[in-house]
């Protein structure tokens, strides 16, 4: 699995961490991690057959589905909740929006759902991929940043923000031009790929065509088995808030300019290059 289960995180890292896993999962399994996120409470409390009976799954289904989602069994499952509930922060924003809200409630839900974002990228972040990444990127001969869509702003500030790291950076907002650049570059090279879904066409045809080049990719997606998480060299994971669902893909932008911001500190300072172990 490629994001480690910490024992330390809190409770919106862990569903935060289960809401980058829930595209990739069976329909069952899914079932089960959805009630873990929505109701972790509950899930601490309750029985195989009690979890099984509300998310309208068989006892085997939880079991298999809690491994799927990174620990052991029930119990591993139930201790990591303990921990993760433990003087949780009650206040969380609005599930939805609608033409009623007032602009004093929209801005209380974009600001908890961001501020949520945030904190939800330790558990989504793997260290040890981060120390990858940090490390390729200190002997990077030339990065490439890509991305399309809604993402085109996250990678606009990575090559602004990693050129005034000292690295030589390119960028294009035009998909064509990105993939000729792409076919351009080396083993030396690397090339940074943002996206929030991890299947958006343009950019995974830039990826394709960097790897092919044998540069090394690095992903900054919101889902741990997306396409490009999967393509990816090393996966850099963080996802939005999903307490407002309209908000779920800007919530992202922001979680992912945060691992920019990592990657660029990490930089500047010239932090350690050793890499943890996984």
């Known amino acids: 699995m490629r994001n480690m289960v910490s024992a330390f ?28 996120i929505q109701e972790p409470l509950f899930v601490l409390d309750a029985t195989a057959q009690q979890i099984a009976h509300r998310a309208q799954v068989s006892a085997a289904t939880v079991v298999r589905a809690v491994r799927s989602a990174g620990y052991s069994g029930l119990p591993e499952l139930k201790k990591h909740l303990a ?41 989504t972040l793997n260290q040890h991929n981060l120390a990858r990444a940090i490390s390729t990127l200190r002997t990077a001969r030339r990065v490439q940043a890509t991305a399309a869509g809604t993402s085109l702003p996250v990678a606009a500030d990575a090559a602004f923000r990693l050129t005034f790291a000292g690295l030589a950076v390119q960028h294009t907002e035009d998909s064509y031009s990105a993939v000729l650049a792409a076919g351009l570059l080396t083993d030396q090279d690397t090339l940074i790929a943002v996206s929030h879904s991890g299947e958006t066409p343009q950019t995974m045809e830039v990826v394709r065509e960097a790897a092919s080049s044998g540069a090394t990719v690095i992903a900054i997606t919101s889902y741990s088995e997306s396409t490009l998480a999967r ?48």
């Open 231 to 278: 393509a990816a060299e090393i996966a850099l994971v963080a996802l939005g808030s999903g307490h407002a669902e309209l908000l779920t893909e800007s919530s992202s932008r922001i979680a992912h300019l945060a691992v920019v911001d990592v990657l660029h500190a990490a930089l500047t300072m010239d932090l350690p290059a050793e890499t943890p172990h996984p």
């Open 83 to 123: 921990r993760a509930t433990h003087g949780q922060d009650s206040s969380s924003a609005a599930r939805s929006l609608s033409q009623s809200t007032t602009s004093a409630e929209l801005t209380e839900v974009i600001v908890a759902s961001h501020a949520e974002s945030l904190r939800a990228v330790h558990g």
């Open 9 to 36: 995180e809190g409770l919106t890292a862990l569903q935060g961490r289960l809401r980058s896993l829930l595209p990739s999962l069976k329909p069952g399994h899914a079932a089960v991690v959805e009630l873990m």
